[in-house]
Nanobody, 119 residues
Framework: QVQLVESGGGLVQAGGSLRLSCAAS????????MGWYHQAPGKQREFIATITSAGSTNYADSVKGRFTISRDNAKNTMYLQMNSLKPEDTGVYYC?????????????WGQGTQVTVSS
C-alpha cells in the first residue's frame, strides 16, 4: 500500500503563493495518476487537480489558471504550485492515487497539509 506524505502548507496572505509537495512510497506512484484534494473547514474533500504518469493534467474550474500540478517520477513526488491564493483556498490539502477525472482511488489518506489564506 502506498504511503503519502503531504507538506508545504502554511499561512499566506491573499494573492500570495505556496508550493505543496506529496511524497509517495513505492513503485505504485510512477505508474498511477495522482491527484490533489482540498477540504475546506466544515466541508467535504473535493478534487483540485490530477496528473497522469505521462504528465497530462486536469483541473477543477475553481483553480484553473491559478494552480499548477506537476510530478517528478524519479523522486516519487508530486507538486502543487498555488498562485493568486484566495481565502476560500483555506483548508487541508491531501494527495492520493486518482482517476484522471478526479475520483480518489487510493485506499487511505495521508495527514494532509494545512493552508491558511488570510484576507
Amino acid at each position: 500500500q502506498v504511503q503519502l506524505v503531504e507538506s508545504g502548507g502554511g499561512l499566506v496572505q491573499a494573492g500570495g503563493s505556496l508550493r505543496l509537495s506529496c511524497a509517495a512510497s513505492g513503485s505504485v506512484f510512477r505508474r498511477n495518476t495522482m491527484g490533489w484534494y482540498h477540504q475546506a473547514p466544515g466541508k467535504q474533500r473535493e478534487f483540485i487537480a490530477t496528473i497522469t504518469s505521462a504528465g497530462s493534467t486536469n483541473y477543477a474550474d475553481s483553480v484553473k489558471g491559478r494552480f499548477t500540478i506537476s510530478r517528478d517520477n524519479a523522486k516519487n513526488t508530486m507538486y502543487l504550485q498555488m498562485n493568486s491564493l484566495k481565502p476560500e483556498d483555506t483548508g487541508v490539502y491531501y494527495c492520493n492515487i486518482a482517476s484522471f477525472w478526479g475520483a480518489p482511488i487510493g485506499g487511505s489518506w495521508g495527514q494532509g497539509t494545512q493552508v491558511t489564506v488570510s484576507s
